[in-house]
């Protein structure tokens, strides 16, 4: 079993930069799950945002996050990170951290999320 708890989320100007942080706690080995991002907007469905493979760490992303997030694992503290820059108003999701032993699309585990909202 697998607990995840995602922080960082908050309200940012276009153009602006977050850090969304994921802690997992639990009995899991880290290593064993693909790991990522999904976001869901207001009257919208899951949309991925970043996934990393577990099998060779490969990263993808959604396109319309491409070069502007990027995703990144600490294997020791057991935390996920999405760096996210030049944000955009359609960027304003709630944000979940994903953990899945199958693949980026079938999440397993996801915590209770984050807000961003990018307004001015």
């Known amino acids: 079993q697998v607990q995840l708890v995602e922080s960082g989320g908050g309200l940012v100007q276009p153009g602006g930069s977050l850090r969304l942080s994921c802690a997992a706690s639990g009995e899991f080995t880290f290593g064993y799950y693909t790991i990522g991002w999904f976001r869901q907007a207001p009257g919208g469905g899951r949309e991925t945002v970043a996934c990393m493979k577990k099998d060779d760490g490969t990263t993808t992303y959604g396109d319309s996050v491409k070069g502007r997030f990027t995703l990144s694992r600490d294997n020791v503290e057991n935390t996920v990170h999405l760096q996210m820059t030049a944000l955009k108003p359609e960027d304003t999701a709630v944000y979940y951290c994903?953990?899945?032993?199958?693949?980026?699309?079938?999440?397993?585990?996801w915590g209770q999320g984050t807000q961003v909202t990018v307004s001015s």
């Open positions: 994903q953990f899945s032993r199958l693949n980026c699309w079938t999440p397993e585990y």
